[in-house]
């Protein structure tokens, strides 16, 4: 049986990798021209670890990431209010956090997959069901017959917009600026990821070699992101933050760095409907602040191909599948979410109660939170 996946993004490299594993045949309609690589750093959390472990990934990633054994929230005078540290996580899972440069990743993704099965240049603009299965029609007027279809096209897919038109995009009002310095590292920061708290904005920090800092950082913004931040002059991201901040600002080539809205999705009734399924950011698009909207999207990928291969019928597949993953995902797109409105106040009376209460809360709140997000769901 072919398998037709919409969209080359982390969510749908992974799932043809895990699909092919299984057996299936696959074709990824991609629509960018060409992919290269893209995009600045991210964190892949032990859960997605767990999932390239099983995948025979494991091993690439690690020789080409930093592994992170510290989540570290701070002040903006990047004083420590809370240290979680994983190596517990790690022992039990054999595996660990890691930053990765994303081009990186995506090329190793690539590898895996026949290059013929990859179709780029091919933007979906529409599909019909028909008795035969979906029909697909492309913006450059080609059209293809598909028996099932993966939509792994990102937040602003257009299967789900077409099958679930009433879904919402919902905007934190938050700027992001990702970015990637070439500096000496000091040593604590090697192996951490490190977020700092102002008012109303917050800095992070991840090493993603021993020579490279990814960074991101955002600011609340009240209406329209583009013109409020117009000729925003990057160097200013760090005034309010400790010096070092504006050190890796300055070691940061502009040509290096993203702006984007940090958005999530309302919650959709269903992530699959007759012969199609949605996966990653298309079904359960969240804001980014526990570091889990790829991680999600990994876990769908190898939880659907189990499921596809054990199950029956593809409708069956599809329902265990979301029945398999559905709390968990509600789950941390809703705490994702609390996490970027508490970091984000912008009061000095409120932002001093909140900094208190981080330090004060015990690492095992942390720990518990870390617990629930790391453990993939059992198939049996
Ligand atoms: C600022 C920021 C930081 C983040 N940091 C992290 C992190 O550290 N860790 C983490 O786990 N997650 C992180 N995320 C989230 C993560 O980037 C996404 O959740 C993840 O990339 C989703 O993967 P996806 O494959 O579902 O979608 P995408 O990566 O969006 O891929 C969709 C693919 O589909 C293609 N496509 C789109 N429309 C069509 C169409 N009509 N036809 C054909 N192809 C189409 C696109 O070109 C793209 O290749 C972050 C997100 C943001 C915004």
């Known amino acids: 049986m072919k398998i037709t996946i919409i969209g080359a993004g982390i969510g749908g490299l992974t799932t043809a990798i895990a699909l092919l594993k299984k057996g299936f045949d696959v074709e990824i309609f991609e629509a960018v021209s060409e992919i290269k690589p893209i995009g600045a750093g991210i964190i892949l959390a032990n859960n997605a670890m767990q999932v390239y472990q099983k ?8 020789m080409q990431a930093q592994q992170i054994s510290k989540l570290t929230v701070a002040d903006a005078n990047i004083k420590a209010l809370s240290t979680l540290h994983l190596q517990d996580f790690e022992k039990r899972y054999q595996t660990a956090n890691f930053g990765i440069h994303r081009g990186k ?3 190793i993704l690539l590898q895996q997959i026949p290059k013929e099965a990859i179709f780029t240049g091919k933007k979906l603009a529409d599909f019909q069901k028909t008795d035969q299965g979906v029909s697909l029609h492309f913006t450059d007027g080609s059209s293809h017959l598909s028996e099932i ?6 937040i602003h897919s257009v299967v789900r917009k077409k099958l679930f038109p009433q879904s ?6 938050q700027a992001c600026w990702r970015g990637i310095a070439s500096m000496t590292i ?5 192996h951490e990821v490190f977020e700092c708290w102002g008012k109303g904005e917050r800095f992070g920090i991840v090493s993603i070699d021993a020579n490279t800092i990814y960074w991101f950082a955002l ?3 009240k209406k329209d992101l583009r013109k409020e931040f117009a000729d925003f002059d990057i160097t200013q991201l760090g005034e309010n933050f400790h ?8 070691a940061t080539p502009k040509e290096k760095i993203f702006l984007d809205d940090i958005t999530d999705l309302s919650r959709l009734p269903s992530w699959h409907h007759q012969n199609i399924c949605l996966i990653g950011d298309a079904a359960h698009a969240m804001t980014p602040n526990m570091g889990q909207g790829a991680g999600q999207a990994i876990e769908d990928a190898w939880v659907l191909s189990e499921m596809m291969a054990k ?6 597949a599809f329902e265990k599948f979301e029945a398999l993953r559905r709390k968990k995902v509600d789950k941390i797109v809703k705490m994702s979410w609390l996490v970027g409105k508490l970091a984000h106040w912008e009061n000095s009376v409120a932002v001093s109660i909140r900094n208190a209460m981080v330090k004060m809360t015990p690492d095992s709140v942390g720990a518990k939170q870390s617990e629930a997000v790391f453990e993939l769901a059992k198939l049996e």
């Not at 995948?55 to 690690?62: F, H, S, V």
């Not at 000091?186 to 090697?190: A, G, H, K, L, S």
């Open 55 to 62: 995948l025979g990934l494991e091993k690439a990633i690690q």
């Open 105 to 107: 990743l995506q090329n």
């Open 149 to 154: 279809v993966i939509a792994a096209d990102g």
């Open 168 to 173: 919402k995009i919902r905007s934190a009002r």
């Open 186 to 190: 000091p040593e604590r920061y090697q």
């Open 219 to 221: 600011r609340n913004y």
């Open 243 to 250: 010096p070092f901040i504006q050190e890796i600002l300055a």
């Open 311 to 316: 199950e029956k019928t593809h409708l069956l």
